[in-house]
């Protein structure tokens, strides 16, 4: 066992197996307020059609356009970064214009076009600071956004400044986990993280596989919720995780790939416990088995459908997916409760570029134990998972 200490994180190795699945969850209290979840269709807030060309090491001034539907006091925001023309890998750096920079990076991508989602603290005046490790083009588009700025309800999220977890990189020096070893982390009070009453924290996991697998988050109390982020053998993948916090304040990382690298940012986090959950908010799944079948093709893109039956205590009205795809052509990936509104104009989704390798994180309607994905022609969809649910 050893401790490193860095930014107030105390990571404690020790080596365990992950276990169970989680308990029925008790009914959702009733309450309204802050953090609760509205899905976005997509709109381009910078970058236009193309992206804009961003150079290297310079802080770029960004100026969202409006969300709509989201009020000047909605400040957490969930935005899809797209990234092309990289002729190198590089990170992205995010956060409100005014304020000192965090040195965070919220991303990491590979070489060529790729998109990842992150959560980002947006200002009523809508400006932002970016910042590229890398020149690339950007384009940022909505994917949704919490309600309100203050404490969430019990299940409301909320973004907060990023505070670097951990970086096994050779600026900072943390051990990378090996394969199957564990890694506690403390996340309660971190940054603008509260140390008590938070349910989950929102990680921006960014890995360097030397094979393929996943990254698994659990809390250390027993509750057996989990979140988990893909990895990619020799490619940086950035993944949006909603990861348990259990009384410990502790996040328990397990890592089933060979990493070369590991680096996680906290964006944000979730209010409540693992028995307390508000009208309205978000739940950690346990581990869940989704499976997908072909529904055929509309509007010139493929239908998927998603079975979350008995996946869940009670049936969701909602779930934030999490989906991994490789696009062959430009187009949009969105959700619905049924084929037609997936496919349409309103459905929550986002446009990816040609040849883009993408991580997404979409809220999607349930109707009768089924959802719907809408993927552009072409495109290789390698992973679903749910990374929260709604009742």
Known sequence: M?????????????????AGLVTAAPPAAAASGSGVWKAAAGQVLFGGVNGTKVPAKQNTAVLLAALPGAQS???????????????QAGTVELWAAGQARPRVPVGTFPKGASSFTTLVSVPSTRKLSLRLSAAARVRICAVGYFTGKSKPVAGGSKAVTPELVLDSGPEYGDATPDKGEAVGILVAGLGEVPATGVRAVWLAVQTLGAEAGTVSLSSLSGDESVGTAPVAKDKWTTSLVLAPVGDSGLVKLISFAQLKQLRLSLVGWTAGTSTTTATGGLRVPAATELTTQAAGAKGGRQLLQVDVTDQFPTNPSQILLRVTVKTAAAGKLSTGASKQTAISKQAPGVNLGKNTSATVLLGARVSQGKSYLAIPTGAKLSDVAVVGWIA
């Open 73 to 87: 006091t909605d400040t957490s925001w969930l935005l899809q970064v797209q990234i092309s023309g990289a002729k």
């Open 2 to 18: 050893f401790t490193l200490e860095r930014n107030k994180a105390v990571l404690l190795v020790v080596v365990c197996l992950l």
